[in-house]
């Protein structure tokens, strides 16, 4: 379990993994990001002709502490362990009070902005989720989850969206892109994915460099690329396809339906850009997004602190894409949030909590059964917790990603996304209806 140094927040080998690349995890993921395949040929999607749901992912790095996020109000252990950290009960009538969801779980006050999608029955939330291996490693945790299988072997290097969309035909034929990972490095949940590139901003994707002498560099590429044999002439062909793809969709002027406002941060203007994406009826299939900072040893401040700005940062933006897209009648978006690990249950001295177990998720979009707290919930009294110290696991974060995957994303074959052979899904009701249902 590790300690945060005096430097910087967060233990020491976050810190190093969240400087990594994620294409430079293993030479094999690098291999498939270089792979001419990956890069599309330009055609416009027609939104009539797809009906599999768009699938955005969001991976909360550093190990987000779900008993912060959705604290468990009914539950007298969970004072008991965090005496300075815990979020006061709805009634308290203490500053910073859990805002109520269903009598026993909460919302900390920073995630306000979400009960209108909550209320509206399109947010679910997942408690005491996780994937069941017991690391607290968040390198080991993340290459787990974002593959899709507990210790995968080497050979392996896939990720489970990226999988799902080997195993499927384009919901356009010839579509452009079929997804996008928005930052420096593609996620290695989108690795082996065809027809999909890293962006680090979607609103800048092009050439750099005087735009008096644009056309003239960009014709002498063409005429550089032109003259290479195959791969590297469609490889060429294809990444000026692209740029003009992207240059065509107005992202710097783009203006959210509903009075929706998105903040300018990084996380607010990746959420815009997704939006403008999915809106330009491009083919896009599933965009990944991360949002670091959750590795919360010490001062971790729930209420007021940095993870209650963090917490802030997260629900406005997902209120905003919500309000976006409700307000343009995109029913066929769902955004899934998920993170390595919990945190453990008891706050450490540090006023912080150190690597845990079981954690949450959530689940959003219109075809999403929610307004509610998904859980079997198993407690926080000192026989209930996992290894005498964390929140267990009883409900295998694969299993949301199965149901969504195998009736909203249109892939019966559940078993090339998850290969574990000692994994059976179960369905736990998350969605309102299957495709056509």
């Not at 793809?245 to 992202?251: A, G, M, V």
């Not at 203007?269 to 949002?291: H, N, R, W």
């Not at 199965?402 to 892939?411: A, H």
Request: some cysteine; overall charge negative.
């Amino acid at each position: 379990m590790c300690k945060s140094d005096d430097k910087t927040p967060g233990c020491k080998e976050y810190n190093q993994v969240s400087r990594r690349s994620f294409l430079g995890w293993t030479a094999g993921a690098l291999a498939v990001a270089a792979a001419p395949g990956w890069l599309p040929k330009v055609v416009y999607a027609d939104s009539e002709n797809g009906s599999r749901d768009v699938l955005v992912s969001l991976f909360l790095r550093g190990g987000a502490d779900g008993l912060s996020i959705c604290p468990p109000h009914g539950e007298d252990a969970y004072y008991r362990l965090r005496p300075n950290l815990a979020i006061p009960r709805p009634d308290s009538g203490q500053t910073g009070a859990a805002l109520d969801l269903d009598g026993f779980f909460g919302f900390a006050p920073a995630m306000a902005p979400l009960l209108g999608a909550y209320q509206a029955g399109d947010l679910l939330v997942v408690q005491a989720t996780g994937k069941t291996d017991p690391t607290r490693s968040h390198f080991d945790a993340m290459l787990s989850m974002e593959i899709g299988q507990p210790d995968p072997p080497a050979s392996l290097f896939t990720g489970w969206l990226g999988r799902h969309l080997q195993t499927t035909a384009p919901t356009v034929q010839d579509g452009a892109l079929r997804a996008v990972g928005i930052g420096f490095g593609l996620q290695r949940t989108l690795a082996g994915a065809p027809q999909t590139i890293p962006i680090d901003d979607l609103a800048s994707f092009g050439f750099a460099g005087d735009p008096a002498t644009l056309a003239a560099r960009r014709g002498a590429l063409e005429e550089l690329y032109e003259h290479y044999s195959e791969p590297l002439k469609t490889s060429g062909d294809n990444t000026f396809r692209t740029v003009d793809l992207l240059d065509s969709i107005d992202f710097s002027t783009y203006q959210p339906a509903g009075d929706a406002t998105y903040g300018d941060d990084e996380l607010g203007m990746a959420f815009k850009s997704t939006a403008a994406l999915i809106k330009a009826d491009a083919g896009v299939e599933a965009v990944a997004i991360d949002l670091g900072g959750w590795d919360t040893h010490d001062f971790q401040g729930p209420v007021e602190g940095g993870m209650g700005q963090l917490m802030g940062a997260l629900a406005s933006t997902l209120a905003a894409f919500h309000q976006d897209l409700d307000a343009s009648n995109r029913t066929n978006v769902i955004v899934v949030a998920m993170s390595e690990f919990g945190r453990n249950a008891q706050e450490n001295g540090s006023l912080g909590t150190d690597h845990g177990h079981g954690g949450l998720m959530f689940a959003m979009g219109s075809a999403i059964d929610g307004g509610r707290v998904l859980t079997e919930w198993p407690g926080l009294e000192a026989g209930e917790l996992y290894e005498g110290q964390d929140l267990a696991i009883t409900i295998d974060y694969r299993d949301i990603l199965t149901e969504i995957v195998t009736e909203r994303l249109g892939n019966p074959d559940f078993r090339n996304v998850f290969p574990d052979v000692d994994y059976t899904p179960t369905k736990h009701g998350v969605l309102l209806s299957s495709l056509g249902g």
